[in-house]
């Protein structure tokens, strides 16, 4: 007889984020914008970003592609849950809570994932800059 499939235990989420599902748009665009001007990590990614495009070779027109590529790659944890409830009707609620508890569940995952390709990024960048 099959077992069957271990459960995955989920974390319960702090107080704090619990309180983020009660949100109207507006608190949570004000919440956006200080944790954009809060979050330190933000502002490295950020001006990482600009100076590897603004010290690259390619030509002024190559620099906005590649600026207006890494605003809109930097805004689709924003822009597709935002396109998702505008889009998907009665059923966003079921996907979005979906997506959540996935993240939920993978969180370690994910960030491990996002340190560590930032990580070889920085470490490749600094690598190439001592052997140029």
Known sequence: MARPPPRRHVAE?????RALDTFTPAKSAGLAAVLVAANPKNLVLAIGGAVSISTSTASAG??????VLM???????????????LL??????K??????AW????NTAIMTVVLVVLG?????????ALTA
């Open 13 to 17: 989420p702090p107080k704090w984020m």
């Open 62 to 67: 190559g620099k906005t592609v590649a600026a």
């Open 71 to 85: 605003v809109l790659i930097g805004s689709l944890c924003t822009l597709l849950p935002l396109g998702v409830y």
């Open 88 to 93: 998907g009707g009665h059923k966003s609620a």
């Open 95 to 100: 996907v979005l809570g979906d997506w959540k």
């Open 103 to 106: 993240m939920s569940v993978h």
């Open 120 to 128: 070889a990024k920085y470490v490749g960048d600094a690598i190439s």
